[in-house]
Nanobody, 117 residues
Framework: QEHLVESGGGLVQPGVSLRLSCAAS??????????LGWYRQAPGEQRELVAA???????NNVDSVKGRFSISKDSAENTSYLQMNSLKPEDTAVYYC?????????WGQGTQVTVSS
């Protein structure tokens, strides 16, 4: 069975950094190339894509986080990372890891990030 497990969330003050991790496991996620993404959902809002990285390594960020967030992956460890710098209160949300293999899609359980002074 496939699993995505996020970690690294927490309560931080504006301006600091956090790094989220997403560990993928399971036969499909361990064997096939996958496109990875980080999404977030704030209270009362729809889930939105924050950053994505393809199996080939191409990355894309949403405009609101460009220059502050970056996505990366360690293929050997089957782990993706979301480095978040200069955090703002509006970055407060539950952050979800996503993996796509062909027509299959998997989600992690989410990790809360709260930015508040």
């Amino acid at each position: 069975q496939e699993h995505l497990v996020e970690s690294g969330g927490g309560l931080v003050q504006p301006g600091v950094s956090l790094r989220l991790s997403c560990a993928a496991s399971g036969k499909i996620l361990s064997f096939y190339p996958m496109d990875l993404g980080w999404y977030r959902q704030a209270p009362g809002e729809q889930r939105e894509l924050v950053a994505a990285i393809t199996s080939g390594g191409s990355t894309n960020n949403v405009d609101s986080v460009k220059g502050r967030f970056s996505i990366s992956k360690d293929s050997a460890e089957n782990t993706s990372y979301l480095q978040m710098n200069s955090l703002k209160p509006e970055d407060t949300a539950v952050y979800y890891c996503n993996a796509r293999v062909r027509d299959l899609q998997y989600w992690g359980q989410g990790t809360q990030v709260t930015v508040s002074s």
